[in-house]
């Protein structure tokens, strides 16, 4: 069966740093992008960020510019999401995705997902 696993998640100060990771079973992450979602507590889930299945290209979401950064290891056994200055309002939890007809560009992600993690919490308060 083909999963997503997520770690990395856990409770943070405001200002601190979390790093994702997101690891395939079942399949390696070679030929596919990889996007980062999350979904606050009444709120719908958002993209946060991608990465095309090269590595060439990223994508972040407006909000999190400049403090996050996407990349995957040589081997792209693994994608990371590492997240700097974390504000309360990055609390969700966050899903690493993939997907036989999901893409990354510079400009945004484009199709559908269709392989979920099961997400890890990630938490920011004083």
């Known amino acids: 069966q083909l999963q997503l696993v997520e770690s990395g998640g856990g409770l943070v100060q405001p200002g601190g740093s979390l790093t994702l990771s997101c690891a395939a079973s079942g399949f390696t992450l070679d030929y596919y992008a990889i996007g980062w979602f999350r979904q606050a507590p009444g709120k719908e889930r958002e993209g946060v960020s991608c990465?095309?299945?090269?590595?060439?290209?990223?994508y972040y979401t407006d909000s999190v510019k400049g403090r996050f950064t996407i990349s995957r290891n040589n081997a792209k056994t693994t994608v990371y999401l590492q997240m700097n200055r974390l504000k309360p309002e990055d609390t969700a939890v966050y899903f690493c995705a993939a997907g036989y007809n999901y893409y990354c560009s510079f400009s945004g992600d484009s199709g559908s997902p269709n392989f979920w993690g099961q997400g890890t919490q990630v938490s920011v308060s004083s």
């Open positions: 990465i095309s299945s090269a590595g060439a290209s990223t």
